[in-house]
């Protein structure tokens, strides 16, 4: 090797470098290809001047800092930083071969079996090598989230990529339920602080005196047609209805505002562009600084919100371009903030005939039948239900 | 309806509490075997001719079977008319919508048309006569129609007809002929046999057959049209006409609704018509009020009485909750009402102003909150996402808004509230908020007030309402079809929360939304861990909630070369809901049934005559106490009953 394709070959490299960074901004794109025809373009080989060219590429090919890469449109090579490939000039053989896939995979790591599939090597071999480069600090393992039990390698400078750890939910490649659980709680909190008018009460008065609660009449004094009409559970007498539409006296304010009846959340009215969006959201959890340090990203808060919204907790609304979101059923949740979400139901849970009655949840529901096993007179839950 | 082992169980056990248990008896074998003659029903209850007689009488009285006699043999076939009998659970229901919508002398009528089955006007109005005449007695006898002479005080007869012919008016009541009385299958049969006789060598060739279909269907709608003519010609005076206005505002405040006689609606022609209760109409009030409720859950109570105007403005029109065979074309189309109309239904008490936060002017998009959504969601997607996204750019030039709602929601002490009427703005009116002054809002606010309850109805995801129309300061009509979807998929919800608790509703929610999902995908969207989803998974799946589809990727099917897809299958899990709530409902029958036994020596005292009516009195105190106990059972049990029909109504009727 003489001096001059010696420094030939330096030029091609700071050339492809400086091509690499043409801002100068310190970030280079090292996955950027280079073809041949670039690297004539880059006024270092004279042009036409095959020979040379494929002499100093495979200088640099052989010194790791260039990386050969087939395409379609034929050869093209990639940059190597020259720390790494500094890297690569220590190892032996078996090591650079291991290394290289390893480095080749990038963020997504490797698995064992794959590594001794590509090499061809004994399984102890792989082994060992992969020891040596763990004892050099080359390379360190991982845990996949899709496959725990494979022990998976990727190269110690980086960090394993979000397919590889599961995104900002996963620690350590499980699933962080207190995490998530936290963070619901501050994200619902906060959805619920914005898309929410919080009344204290002074007004429910007049509003509860709109409806006339159903009291059911007690049968005390009841006649037999009474109980016989009560019997067939169709017929009660009118004084059992609602007694509905009588004119409301109006409340004068003040004299509302002393009856408190308790504090109360109040739907927004329509149009109400103050509900809370993702980008918000994301930036006020950032600002409370609730996850120490890991920085949670919009498509994490916006995870985080679908599954509220699965959850039937918040609903999406859509206010002209603005996408916000607001706790559902505003009015029946609970007016306090800062509620777990875990410990308590927030809202008044929902009932129908099926969740209430002992048989909508019996588990022996199926074998219920008049002469079997099970049956309506001899049934121990309705028993504990009609005491 | 569709009659399973447990629907046809509970017809037989819901018309055995009120008719007894010989009309049940008959009813049962008629649900089991079908299209009987006498004769079989003989057979097959080893009962003599003359008792099934009687039995098919009362069952016949109530509607509750068909029957149809054939011309050529005059055999007569009797047929379960399983709708019927089941309808029977929501007579309370239906004397408390009446009551409450119609006023307590009209529940008191209809209460009679219940007991009677069916009955002619002119004995209809003598029974209530008699029944407001003596009070006591007369409320419970349910047969034989005590014909009182004393005509003197006719004021209770005129208005009874005065009623009856508001009713019908409604659609409350019909008139029956006979055809009522036949099943509809058999009505078809016999309208295309007496076409097929203007065809004597057979229908043949295309243009024929069109011809045939044609001819057919146009029977069909007359045949409808038949039983609602008298209803036409009464609605004309009483719900469009001069006399409607007055009566609509005494309607819900006043509980003696319509005093007014003018009986000469009904002459003595038309008063010799017989009539029923039109459970079809019924239903669609029942619904009204379901749809109300829910409104109340999710938004407000407030919110929800402005529901209710609209929707009683609506139901003007709407005559049947679900297109079905049963009604013609133009009966269901759902026509849109204006904000006067809603305005005119609305509850006078109600105070509209409450119930919805405030928020300043700069903070409300008045054009998103107004936006007309002319056509339905999902008929013209495409369409309305242009408009949205022309929205949008309008947005981007003028922030500042020029509506500001007229919502002062509490305590504002001095707030002048600039309202203008949408988008015309034409319109100013300034509204002063003082402390301790009882301000008596004008009719212009109150307008305002309750447009805003309905934007924010329209603005909800649940899509109560659509505002689809500026006329009038805006139009308002309701996608039923939609709607009850929604409802549907919230009972369901609940069901699943309650069962499965909050991860089961979110992984059945998140298969709705995506459609069918394996078992890698479903962990990572649900944020959980994949064995706590497999884990609850199966748990549903084993419970009928779910289903699981296996897609083998290869020709070895082994399990772990197998995609395994989960899903939703929302009729399925429908009709199987829906069967366990008759089955639900058959043990709570079951269990009261019961109950009655094991109370048989309280009860038989208290049957007694000398008893009735004054059980604290006679009784022992323990013997009354026992009494007491087993009527608290009783009601907790029909209470169920009631709830688990809500539940029916919902997922098959509304």
């Not at chain 1, 903030?337 to 019996?362: K, M, Q, W």
Request: glycine residues 6%.
């Amino acid at each position: 090797m003489d001096d001059q394709t010696s420094i030939l070959k330096d030029q091609l490299y700071s050339a492809c470098e400086q091509k690499l960074d043409p801002d100068g901004e310190g970030e280079k794109a090292y996955d950027r290809l280079f073809s041949q025809d670039d690297l004539f373009s880059l006024d270092v080989v004279p042009p036409k001047d095959l020979k040379t060219l494929m002499k100093l590429i495979s200088m640099l090919t052989n010194d790791y800092l260039f990386i050969p890469v087939n395409t379609n449109n034929g050869p093209a090579w990639r940059l190597r930083p020259e720390i790494e490939a500094a890297k690569y000039s220590s190892l032996s053989v078996n090591q650079r071969m291991i290394y290289s896939l390893i480095d080749n995979a990038g963020a997504d790591g490797v698995w064992n079996q794959q590594l001794r599939l590509r090499t061809n090597m004994e399984e102890n071999l792989v082994k060992k090598v992969l020891k040596e480069l763990e004892g050099k600090r080359l390379i360190s393992s991982f845990t996949h989230v899709e496959n725990a039990a494979r022990k998976m390698w990727i190269k110690s400078s980086i960090k394993p990529s979000l397919k590889a750890t599961g995104g900002a939910w996963f620690t350590d490649g499980d699933l962080d339920e207190s995490l998530i659980g936290m963070i619901s709680e501050v994200v619902y909190t906060l959805v619920k602080k914005h898309g929410a008018y919080f009344s204290d009460g002074s007004r429910s008065k007049a509003r509860d005196g709109s409806i006339s609660p159903v009291l059911p009449k007690k049968v005390i004094k009841g006649s037999t047609s009474d109980a016989a009409l009560a019997a067939r559970g169709k017929k009660r007498t009118a004084d059992d209805m609602e007694v509905d539409g009588a004119p409301e006296v109006p409340v004068s304010p003040s004299k509302a505002r002393k009856a408190k009846s308790g504090p109360v959340l109040l739907p927004m009215p329509a149009g109400y562009k103050g509900y809370i969006t993702v980008p918000e959201l994301t930036a006020q959890i950032a600002r409370s600084n609730v996850t120490k340090g890991t920085k949670l990203k919009e498509s994490d808060i916006k995870q985080l919100l679908d599954v509220l919204v699965y959850d039937g907790r918040i609903e999406y609304v859509k206010v002209g371009k603005r996408e916000g979101y607001r706790a559902s059923r505003i009015s029946k949740q609970d007016p306090t903030f800062n509620v777990s979400l875990d410990t308590v139901d927030t809202d008044e849970p929902r009932h129908n005939g099926l969740t209430t009655a002992p048989c909508g949840r019996c588990p022996v529901f199926d074998l219920c039948e008049e002469g079997g096993p099970v049956w309506a007179g001899g049934c121990e839950y309705f028993d504990r239900w009609l005491i | 309806m569709i009659v399973t082992k447990n629907a046809a169980e509970l017809c037989v056990l819901l018309i055995g509490e009120l008719y007894g248990q010989l009309p049940s008896r008959l009813f049962a074998v008629l649900l089991a075997k079908g299209r009987s003659t006498i004769k079989h029903l003989a057979q097959n209850t080893s009962m003599g001719p003359r008792m099934v007689r009687h039995g098919l009488v009362v069952l016949t009285q109530q509607n509750l079977i068909y029957h149809y006699t054939d011309p050529d043999t005059s055999i007569t076939h009797f047929e379960a008319n399983s709708e019927a009998a089941y309808n029977i659970v929501r007579h309370g229901k239906i004397l408390n919508i009446i009551h409450r919508n119609y006023g307590e002398d009209s529940a008191r009528l209809v209460h009679q048309v219940l007991n009677l089955g069916h009955v002619k006007i002119s004995d209809l109005a003598k029974q209530y006569k008699t029944a407001r005449q003596e009070p006591g007695t007369a409320n419970g006898a349910a047969n034989g129609i005590s014909s009182d002479t004393a005509d003197n005080d006719s004021d209770y007869e005129g208005e009874a007809l005065d009623m009856v012919a508001q009713l019908i008016a409604v659609g409350i009541l019909e008139p029956v002929n006979a055809r009522t009385f036949q099943s509809p299958e058999d009505v078809r049969a016999g309208i295309e046999k007496d076409i097929m006789e203007s065809y004597p060598s057979g229908v043949r060739g295309a243009k024929q057959k069109a011809d045939f279909f044609q001819k057919s269907a146009e029977a069909w709608k007359e045949y409808q049209d038949e039983s609602r003519e008298l209803k036409r010609q009464l609605e004309g005076h009483y719900l469009f006409g001069p006399g409607a206005k007055r009566r609509k505002l005494a309607n819900g405040s006043k509980t003696n609704g319509f005093k007014a006689t003018n009986t000469h609606m009904l002459d003595e022609e038309k008063r010799e018509v017989a009539v029923r209760v039109n459970y079809d109409k019924c239903l669609v009030e029942l619904r009204n009020h379901r749809l109300t409720r829910y409104v109340a859950d999710e938004i407000g109570e407030v919110t929800a009485q402005v529901y209710e105007a609209a929707l009683s403005a609506l139901a003007k029109n709407v005559n049947i909750c679900q297109a079905s065979e049963k009604s013609n074309e133009d009966t269901f189309v759902t026509r849109s009402v204006t904000t006067m109309e809603i305005f005119e239904n609305l509850r006078p008490g109600l105070d509209v102003s409450s119930g919805i936060g405030k928020a300043p002017p700069t903070k409300i998009n008045a054009k998103s909150a107004e936006r007309i959504q002319a056509n339905q969601p999902g008929h013209d997607a495409e369409g309305e996402g242009e408009d949205m996204s022309e929205d949008d750019d309008d947005d981007d030039d003028d922030d500042d808004i020029e509506m500001s709602n007229g919502v002062q929601s509490n305590g504002v002490h001095e707030t002048e509230t600039k309202i203008t009427s949408g988008h015309n703005g034409s319109r100013e009116t300034k509204v002063k908020f003082e402390e301790n002054v009882p301000v008596a809002p004008t009719k212009a606010d109150r307008l305002q007030q309750m447009r805003q309850h309905l934007l924010l109805l329209a603005e909800s995801n649940r899509r109560f309402i659509r505002h689809c129309g500026m006329r009038d300061q805006g139009e308002w009509t309701v996608d039923f079809d939609s709607l009850m979807r929604t409802l549907k998929y919230s009972e369901i919800d609940t069901l699943i929360e309650q069962t499965f608790g909050k991860p089961g509703l979110r992984l059945t929610r998140i298969l709705r939304a995506k459609g069918k999902l394996d078992d890698k995908t479903l962990p990572a969207l649900a944020l959980m861990k994949k064995a706590d989803v497999h884990v609850k998974m199966v748990e549903m799946e084993l419970a009928g909630f779910l289903e699981v589809q296996e897609v083998p990727r290869d020709n070895n099917r082994t399990a772990s070369r197998t995609l395994f897809l989960w899903f939703f299958e929302e009729e399925k899990l429908l009709t199987r809901v829906t069967d366990n709530t008759y089955k639900s409902m058959v043990r709570h029958l079951q269990r009261l049934e019961v109950e009655r036994r094991r109370k048989k020596n309280v009860l038989a005292v208290v049957e007694r005559k000398d008893v009735q009516g004054m059980e604290e009195e006679k009784l022992r105190g323990d013997v009354y106490n026992e009494y007491r106990e087993f009527l608290d059972i009783e009601s907790k049990l029909l209470g169920q009953v009631d709830r688990l029909d809500d539940l029916v109504s919902v997922f098959q009727n509304y």
